[in-house]
């Protein structure tokens, strides 16, 4: 399973930010997860708090969003997502050949610190 190779790396980044930042306290890691990406959400969270134990992160909340697939037709430029049932061609044009523009990476889209206020 990749994903522990994924946490791995989401908490030296996070630990990258923080000291870049200064931040003293992280209370949450928000993570979107395309659909593409062949990473399963729910191993991304049993290995995160297995790997998170005895850390500066001991106490964050990991949160995964589901990012779609978007895929940008080669034939008339229409966004979409691609569907099974109209056998993942373009519903405007029935072009088959497109761009993965959204839903194949992860990525770290916000670390949640603690408001000192």
Same mark, same amino acid.
């Given at each position: 399973m990749h994903e522990l190779s994924y946490i791995l790396d989401i908490i030296n980044?996070?630990?990258e930010v923080k000291e870049k930042e200064n931040l003293l306290e992280i209370k949450k890691i928000i993570v979107d997860v395309?659909?593409?990406s062949g990473v399963v959400p729910f191993y991304l969270h049993k290995y995160y708090d297995e790997a998170k134990k005895g850390t500066?992160? %001991?106490?964050t909340e990991l949160i995964t &969003?589901?990012?779609?697939v978007k895929i940008?037709?080669?034939?008339? *430029?229409? %966004?979409?997502?691609?569907d099974?049932? &109209?056998?993942y061609k373009?519903?405007?044009?029935g072009e088959r050949? *497109?761009?993965l523009i959204q839903g194949k990476g992860i990525i770290i889209k916000e670390i949640v610190v603690e408001d000192d206020k």
């Amino acid at each position: 399973m990749h994903e522990l190779s994924y946490i791995l790396d989401i908490i030296n980044s996070v630990q990258e930010v923080k000291e870049k930042e200064n931040l003293l306290e992280i209370k949450k890691i928000i993570v979107d997860v395309g659909q593409m990406s062949g990473v399963v959400p729910f191993y991304l969270h049993k290995y995160y708090d297995e790997a998170k134990k005895g850390t500066f992160l %001991e106490h964050t909340e990991l949160i995964t &969003n589901e990012v779609e697939v978007k895929i940008l037709c080669e034939g008339c *430029g229409e %966004e979409y997502s691609p569907d099974k049932e &109209n056998r993942y061609k373009c519903p405007k044009c029935g072009e088959r050949k *497109g761009k993965l523009i959204q839903g194949k990476g992860i990525i770290i889209k916000e670390i949640v610190v603690e408001d000192d206020k």
